[in-house]
């Protein structure tokens, strides 16, 4: 089981910055080894009857916690990863355990150690259900010159309902974009850039927001796409058009 900590800082970028900021940051990092084109990412959130960790989330309660299954192939032929990613004040962790396909969804059925502290333990603690996929396109660049330090652009973001079942497969037709400029009330659709690094934020990822005039957002994928859904119970406020999104720009 592998444990993560750092810091991710958030940003709704057009198309034209987010290609600028792509062609500053080469002289820093190099692409992501999986691949220069990119690659999809797949997740499957959990959350309880009354969607407590959307709720937390929301709230921005000083611990907040998301159990979710990951994979990198809209199949669901290749690993499966078990994640938690937490939230402690500014500090993200995650905790992560690859398994086999053929494992899933059995594993949550296998007694665990009572000290598991993973995906899990939590669901079982807390009798989380599957409640929405969420499917994007990330390209990403690895610092050549930090320790730890990454850079990733997120489009296409994407959900569906679970409806309480664990299946990873979801067909494209029954994804609805979360971003679509019409529900977002923005000019077009966004690009997410992420910003992560370890405690101590390089000095180029400083100069990056500063030069480009970035503004971190508190920004949730999977709470837009309950948002997006829905199946907020409480909408924080509305326009004239209907419910606006707490993401939108």
Known sequence: MDILRRLEHKYFLTEPVAAAVEAAIQAYCSPDPLGADGYTIHSLYYDTVDLAFFRANKLKQQWRHKPRVRIYDTNATGPVYLEVKSKEGDIVSKVRQRIEPARWPSVLDAPGPLHDQGFCELVRRTGAVPTLH????????????????????????????????????????????????????????????????????????????????????????????????????????????????????
């Not at 690094?197 to 949730?220: A, D, H, Y």
């Open 134 to 249: 969420v499917r994007y396109h990330r390209t990403a660049w690895v610092s050549d010159v930090d320790v730890y330090g990454r850079v990733t652009f997120d489009r296409r973001l994407r959900c569906a309902l679970a409806h309480g079942d664990p299946d990873l497969r979801v067909h494209e037709q029954d994804l609805t974009f979360v971003d679509d400029p019409r529900v977002m009330f923005a000019p077009g659709s966004f690009v997410v850039l992420e910003l992560k690094c370890e405690q101590l934020i390089p000095r180029w990822m400083v100069n990056l927001v500063r030069r480009f005039e970035l503004v971190q957002l508190g920004f949730s994928k999977y709470g837009a796409g309950i948002e997006r859904m829905g199946l907020d119970p409480e909408p924080l406020d509305a326009g004239p058009e209907g419910q606006r999104s707490r993401y939108s720009r």
